[in-house]
């Protein structure tokens, strides 16, 4: 099977090897040349030319504005794409985004499924992200892509149609950023009384305060201060930001989405360019005093 793959960041550069390195034939494009050479032969100059052969276009994007701009911009990958191929974006993007172009890419023919990831970066190595599928509901179609998706993932859950898996990823990154959010609160008021990090840390693991963030970034990341697990405070904020647009077109009242939502807007407007999401700990802290 012939795969393209466009976006070769944290996460696409080691889905991409992960599919290479299970026997798939795969062209890859990246729009920073320097991550495209990484592949040697397997690079193509444009999303049209890595998507000419391609029975696959698996896209894995900042968000979707770019994944449209990858498929339907100049050069981009409609260009070349056969009738009855089909997209799997593998970013985390819009919603409503996804459910549009899913229609301008059918009435090319194209089936565009959405297929976003959680693991981050230690589990895109290793082939074994969790994967939520939307769009896949006909299991015709979804056997000609369970291969791929097997590939790159271990939990692979299908959740309903078009868009409902970049919802799916949307709620779930939201959860986990005002579970950062709270521990963080949680570790700087409990130095401050005097307690030690790494045992108050202990205590929530064993505890009921205990999360995914707290058994794996803020032991790994935050207590070593660090800041470097691979996933910018930018991406995680634009997840945040397409849970609330959702609760809002909805017309619901969810404070703390709403609060979570400002909190990480806050946050990434006092960081750098390019902080890595853990370091909200550290606006954690400032804004302590
Ligand atoms: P990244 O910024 O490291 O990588 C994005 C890549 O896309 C870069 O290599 C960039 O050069 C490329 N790119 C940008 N515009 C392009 C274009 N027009 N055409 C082709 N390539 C283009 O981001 P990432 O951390 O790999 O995240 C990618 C997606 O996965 C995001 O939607 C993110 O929210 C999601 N995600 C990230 C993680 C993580 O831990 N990093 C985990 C789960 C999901």
Same mark, same amino acid.
């Given at each position: 099977?012939?795969? $393209?793959?466009?976006?070769?960041?944290?996460?696409?550069?080691?889905?991409?090897?992960?599919?290479?390195?299970?026997?798939?034939?795969?062209?890859?494009?990246?729009?920073?040349?320097?991550?495209?050479?990484?592949?040697?032969?397997?690079? $193509?100059?444009?999303?049209?030319?890595?998507?000419?052969?391609?029975?696959?276009?698996?896209?894995?994007?900042?968000?979707?504005?770019?994944?449209?701009?990858?498929?339907?911009?100049?050069?981009?990958?409609?260009?070349?794409?056969?009738?009855?191929?089909?997209?799997?974006?593998?970013?985390?993007?819009?919603?409503?985004?996804?459910? $549009?172009?899913?229609?301008?890419?059918?009435?090319?023919?194209?089936?565009?499924?959405?297929?976003?990831?959680?693991?981050?970066?230690?589990?895109?190595?290793?082939?074994?992200?969790?994967?939520?599928?939307?769009?896949?509901?006909?299991?015709?179609?979804?056997?000609?892509?369970?291969?791929?998706?097997?590939?790159?993932?271990?939990?692979?859950?299908?959740?309903?149609?078009?868009?409902?898996?970049?919802?799916?990823?949307?709620?779930?990154? @939201?959860?986990?950023?005002?579970?950062?959010?709270? %521990?963080?609160?949680?570790?700087?008021?409990?130095?401050?009384?005097?307690?030690?990090?790494?045992?108050?840390?202990?205590?929530?693991?064993?505890? %009921?305060?205990?999360?995914?963030?707290?058994?794996?970034?803020?032991?790994?990341?935050?207590?070593?201060?660090?800041?470097?697990?691979?996933?910018?405070?930018?991406?995680?904020?634009?997840?945040?930001?397409?849970?609330?647009?959702?609760?809002?077109?909805?017309?619901?009242?969810?404070?703390?989405?709403?609060? %979570?939502? @400002?909190?990480?807007?806050?946050?990434?407007?006092?960081?750098?360019?390019?902080?890595?999401?853990? $370091?909200?700990?550290?606006?954690?802290?400032?804004?302590?005093?």
């Amino acid at each position: 099977m012939n795969i $393209a793959f466009i976006g070769l960041g944290m996460m696409g550069r080691p889905m991409a090897e992960c599919l290479i390195a299970k026997g798939f034939s795969v062209r890859v494009y990246d729009i920073d040349p320097a991550s495209s050479a990484e592949f040697g032969n397997a690079s $193509a100059p444009s999303p049209a030319e890595a998507a000419a052969e391609a029975d696959i276009i698996v896209t894995m994007l900042p968000n979707g504005e770019i994944v449209r701009q990858a498929l339907l911009g100049e050069n981009g990958a409609l260009a070349s794409a056969a009738p009855n191929s089909i997209v799997i974006d593998t970013s985390s993007s819009d919603a409503g985004g996804t459910v $549009a172009l899913g229609a301008e890419l059918a009435a090319h023919g194209i089936t565009l499924i959405d297929s976003p990831v959680s693991g981050g970066v230690p589990m895109a190595r290793e082939g074994t992200l969790a994967l939520m599928v939307g769009g896949a509901e006909d299991d015709t179609l979804y056997a000609r892509v369970q291969p791929v998706l097997e590939a790159m993932g271990k939990r692979i859950v299908r959740v309903g149609g078009l868009g409902a898996g970049h919802a799916a990823k949307a709620i779930n990154n @939201a959860i986990a950023a005002a579970t950062l959010a709270a %521990t963080a609160e949680g570790l700087v008021l409990g130095e401050k009384f005097g307690l030690k990090p790494d045992i108050l840390l202990d205590v929530f693991n064993n505890s %009921t305060g205990r999360s995914a963030v707290s058994e794996s970034v803020f032991r790994t990341q935050i207590l070593p201060r660090t800041y470097a697990q691979g996933f910018a405070m930018a991406l995680m904020t634009k997840d945040v930001g397409l849970a609330e647009n959702l609760r809002a077109q909805l017309g619901l009242n969810l404070p703390m989405l709403q609060a %979570t939502c @400002a909190q990480w807007r806050e946050a990434l407007a006092d960081s750098a360019p390019g902080t890595d999401f853990t $370091a909200y700990h550290l606006f954690t802290e400032k804004r302590a005093g």
